[in-house]
């Protein structure tokens, strides 16, 4: 079956970086493009970033444009979020998750793991 696992979140400081990691099994992974979203507490989810299935294209939302970048190793059916001049307001659950699209995104998620928790706080 469709597991993602996400990894690397943690405690960093303000200004700070992380590097989150999503593996993928059950699916072929290089045939679909994936993504990031976060839940803040109290907060509704909100939509990080995309990637299309060969890495060629990504996209970000207006919050994170300019310091997140999402990349993906497909000999590893690995997507990553590298997160650099960290806030407090980037503090959430993040999570990784399977596109319906295969090739570029639809934005329309199938599969999701179980989240990574990031706290930017001094």
């Known amino acids: 079956q469709v597991q993602l696992v996400e990894s690397g979140g943690g405690l960093a400081q303000p200004g700070g970086s992380l590097r989150l990691s999503c593996a993928a099994s059950g699916f072929t992974f290089s045939s679909y493009a994936m993504g990031w979203a976060r839940q803040a507490p109290g907060k509704g989810l909100e939509w990080v970033s995309s990637?299309?299935?060969?890495?060629?294209?990504?996209y970000y939302g207006d919050s994170v444009k300019g310091r997140f970048t999402i990349s993906r190793d497909n000999a590893k059916n690995t997507v990553y979020l590298q997160m650099n001049s960290l806030k407090p307001e980037d503090t959430a659950l993040y999570y990784c998750?399977?596109?319906?699209?295969?090739?570029?995104?639809?934005?329309?998620?199938?599969?999701w793991g179980q989240g990574t928790q990031v706290t930017v706080s001094s």
């Open positions: 990637i299309y299935s060969d890495g060629s294209d990504t």
């Open positions: 998750a399977k596109d319906r699209g295969t090739s570029w995104p639809r934005y329309e998620y199938d599969y």
